[in-house]
């Protein structure tokens, strides 16, 4: 598949090798394709496109969004939203405010009503957002390693054909997936973050991920 990644930042970067790994086709969408990250990534993925973020969206059959959550909106107008209908959009975002966190405690600029990711669907009503990798660090989103306990990805949408297919990317990539509805359940999966972040911030213990146990 020829997957477009909107944002170059590490987790951007993380994903867009994996896909790379995976055999897919791969453009890492930026601002600015002079930012020694983005050379770094080019040297180290020579096979990987790079290019602006309406590049990347005209590119992509599926987009993946890793942008910070303050800076969506914006993102989204960059890469038109003509070019965005109708595909399947990874959104990775969390909608993390320009605030310090409080005892480790993230602040969102959400509310529980509400969730980034709805936000997004309104913004462009003809693609099929599905949340994912929200809710694990950047260092584990790929090919996740626990002893060969399998960590789980929440995801969530309003399309499920889109969410069998990201399913199937989450496979590849090493996780055990728990589709958690329709959209609305985003309200709930991105304050996961919150939670994955406290122990990094008040013990500095960053190498965990999320597993649902069932019988
Ligand atoms: N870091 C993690 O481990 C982690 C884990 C799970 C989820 N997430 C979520 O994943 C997303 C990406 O996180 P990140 O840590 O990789 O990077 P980040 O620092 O949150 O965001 C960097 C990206 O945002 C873009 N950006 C910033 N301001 C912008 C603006 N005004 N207009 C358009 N684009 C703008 C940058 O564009 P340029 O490429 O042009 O610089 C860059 O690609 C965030 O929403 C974060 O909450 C992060």
Known sequence: MKVGIIGSGIVGRVLATGFLNEGHSVMLGTRNINKEDII????????????SFQETAQFGEIIVFAVSGLAVEDAINLA???????????????PIAAVPPENGVLKYFTTLEDSLMERI??????????????????????????NGLKP???????????????TDILTSFGWETEDMGK???????????????????????????FKLLKK
């Open 40 to 51: 770094k990534w080019k040297k180290e993925n020579d096979n990987g496109l790079l290019g």
């Open 80 to 94: 038109g939203k003509e070019h965005l209908s109708n595909k399947i959009i990874i959104d990775t975002t969390n």
């Open 121 to 146: 669907q309104k913004l462009l009503p003809d693609a099929k957002v599905v949340k994912s990798f929200n809710s694990v660090g950047n260092a584990f989103m790929y090919k996740p390693d626990f």
């Open 152 to 166: 789980t990805m929440f995801i969530c949408g309003n399309d499920d054909e889109a969410k069998k297919t990201v």
């Open 183 to 209: 959209a609305e359940a985003a309200r709930v999966i991105e304050p996961l973050c919150i939670l994955w972040c406290i122990p990094g911030f008040i013990h500095n213990r960053w190498t965990h991920a």
